[in-house]
């Protein structure tokens, strides 16, 4: 247990549902993260916020929805996907501060499969 | 750009050591991550190393030399159970940390 908590664990999904996926941290961070993880290639960074304020966006498509209503939770809100979606999506945090990072906490992720 | 460069598979035998080395370039640099991750699971932090040197922990120690962007992660007395893939992560700049593809550690017995 790391302290970040994310549901569901596991997702299958059809082209033109809608879905979300929850994340929550309990060790008082400052920031989230949403990463795509795909089978052997880097953790791909999605979307950063810090203080609640988006900070990232990596080209992401328009498809995937972030919402941050607090420091704690993080949603990832989910439409029209395409099968090359279809991966292991996790949830981080960490405490960010004037002086630099620190170590990112992930959650277990949600393997999300879409058909 | 912003790379990382590190092995895609080693294999090493239960008992002994294995270095897994890791050479990156990135916009800016505040430190380099080691992370582990178990097929399945989420990558659980290992070391933090933001200057030159060793840094030990337990079995595992961390190396870092920031003038040849260059870093390892040494394992010794190895256990099945650190059969699994080590991730390099500089972080950039901006605190953003960059990943490398990371490395399939398979140990045999």
């Known amino acids: 247990e790391t302290g970040v908590t994310q549901t569901p664990r596991h997702l299958v999904m059809g082209m033109t549902n809608k879905k979300s996926l929850k994340c929550e941290q309990h060790?008082?961070?400052?920031?989230m993260y949403w990463y795509k993880q795909s089978a052997k290639k880097p953790l791909e960074l999605m979307f950063v916020?810090?203080?609640?304020?988006?900070?990232e966006n990596n080209s992401v498509p328009s498809r995937f929805s972030p919402e941050c209503p607090n420091s704690s939770h993080l949603f990832l809100h989910l439409h029209t996907l395409q099968p090359e979606d279809s991966a292991l999506y996790l949830c981080?945090?960490?405490?960010?501060?004037?002086?630099?990072?620190?170590?990112?906490?992930f959650g277990p992720g949600t393997r999300l499969t879409v058909t | 750009g912003q790379n990382i460069d590190q092995p895609t598979e080693m294999t090493a035998t239960e008992g002994a050591i294995v270095q897994i080395n890791c050479t990156y370039q990135?916009?800016?640099?505040?430190?380099l991550f080691w992370y582990q991750q178990h097929a399945g699971e989420a990558p659980t932090f290992l070391s933090y190393?933001?200057l030159d040197g060793l840094e030990e922990k337990g079995r595992f120690s961390s190396f870092l030399s920031r003038s040849k962007g260059y870093s390892y992660l040494l394992l010794k007395e190895l256990q099945m159970k650190d059969s699994a893939s080590y991730l390099c992560?500089?972080?950039?700049?901006?605190?953003?940390?960059?990943w490398g593809a990371g490395t399939k550690l398979i140990i045999k017995p």
């Open positions: 981080a945090s960490s405490q960010v501060e004037r002086e630099g990072g620190y170590e990112q906490y």
């Open positions: 060790l008082g961070h400052n920031a």
């Open positions: 916020y810090n203080f609640k304020e988006q900070t």
């Open positions: 990135t916009s800016g640099f505040n430190g």
């Open positions: 190393n933001v």
């Open positions: 992560a500089p972080m950039d700049s901006n605190y953003q940390l960059i």
